[in-house]
């Protein structure tokens, strides 16, 4: 989230000339470049305060700052995508009227900006072995993202220098005039709508104030991920424009599969061999779970393909608490070749069941 130029000065948004007064010398004496050789971060902030007590010093434009939420497009989010920034003032409902016929047009000659924008959002995948997605894991995502530029902070003003107010509109960002009944406003062509110009644009991004980065984040990866599971990072997509928050990072999570378990929920499914006379008979088998082997009770007259639970030895639920099941499927085996003794013992049972 950008912060607002209250924020800015560490001030309330009903704060007083004087208190805004304060808040600025006392911030201005910490960042001083003069104070700060070298550091570019404060160096940074004391352009950012610099700025913010440019407007908010200013009644006129400090009324308008607080119209329309943003100058210099870094100040709180106005409108979201798609919002409605026209303001027609004294046309009232007429407003709506002319404002579909005129599409563009503004009324009251007040004050028009660009409309912030939301940075989009940006997907990228992410693999994980079967096993952490069970035990959760830490994950370094690169990804490739349009930033605020790093030499000028965003502002596309070569460092040292700062936007100035728009000479051609007073930093209205609009230019009027009349025709007939109403004074129609068009955004101000020199700055196009942003009240302010960069007289000397940053070397780095040409005054874009933006630059494309790779960028490298730690994602937490919860236990219990399934292939597929979106993880949002909210803030860390691309930046907005003119004001407008960050959009989202997505991390889509992609699991390999497993050779011992097939997932099904929160459940995982696993082959587990038992011998005909354990099936007919009853008995014991080992099967595995993701935290060791259990020894489960196989029950007397157990047919091939029986699914039979082990509660809370599953994966991990991601909402809400517990794990899921083990679910040991039976699979009878028959034996492909047989000793003289157990062919015996087999033709015997094959008379008895007939
Ligand atoms: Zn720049
Ligand atoms: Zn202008």
Do not use: W
Not at 109 to 130: C, H, I, K
């Amino acid at each position: 989230m950008p912060e607002s130029l209250y924020d800015t000065l560490g001030v309330k948004k009903g704060a007083s000339a004087d208190e805004i007064k304060k808040a600025y010398r006392k911030l201005a004496r910490q960042y001083h470049p003069d104070t700060n050789q070298g550091d570019k971060a404060a160096e940074e902030r004391f352009k950012q305060v610099q700025t913010a007590y440019d407007v908010l010093s200013d009644d006129e434009k400090r009324k308008a700052y607080d119209r329309f939420g943003s100058t210099n497009g870094r100040g709180a989010p106005g409108p979201g995508p798609g919002g409605v920034n026209v303001d027609f003032g004294d046309l009232g409902d007429l407003g709506d009227i002319f404002g579909n016929i005129f599409g563009n047009v503004r009324g009251g000659g007040r004050r028009a900006r660009p409309q912030p924008v939301r940075g989009a959002d940006v997907e990228t995948e992410v693999r994980l072995s079967f096993e952490d997605s069970l035990r959760g894991a830490e994950a370094k995502v690169p990804v490739e993202l349009t930033v605020a530029c790093s030499q000028c902070g965003g502002t596309g003003a070569e460092p040292g220098t700062a936007p100035v107010i728009c000479p051609e509109c007073n930093g209205r960002g609009v230019v009027s005039e009349s025709q007939g009944l109403f004074a129609l406003s068009q955004p101000c062509p020199r700055c196009r709508g942003n009240g302010t110009v960069i007289e000397k644009p940053c070397s780095k991004c040409h005054g874009s104030g933006r630059e494309r980065r790779r960028r490298t984040f730690t994602v937490k990866i919860k236990p219990g991920v399934k292939d597929g599971t979106q993880i949002r990072l909210k803030g860390k997509g691309e930046v907005g424009q003119h004001g407008g928050p960050s959009g989202d990072l997505i991390v889509v999570t992609r699991v390999e599969s497993s050779p011992t378990y097939e997932r099904r929920g929160d459940d995982l499914i696993v082959q587990v061999p038992v011998s005909f006379p354990t099936a007919a008979l009853g008995g014991k088998v080992e099967v595995p779970t993701p935290e060791g082997v259990v020894s489960l009770k196989i029950p007397a007259g157990s047919e091939d393909g029986k699914l039979l639970r082990i509660k809370g030895r599953g994966a991990p639920k991601l909402a809400g608490k517990g794990k899921g099941d083990v679910l040991a499927r039976v699979r009878i085996q028959v034996p492909k070749r047989v000793n003289k003794k157990e062919r015996e013992l087999l033709e015997e049972l094959q008379k008895a069941v007939g």
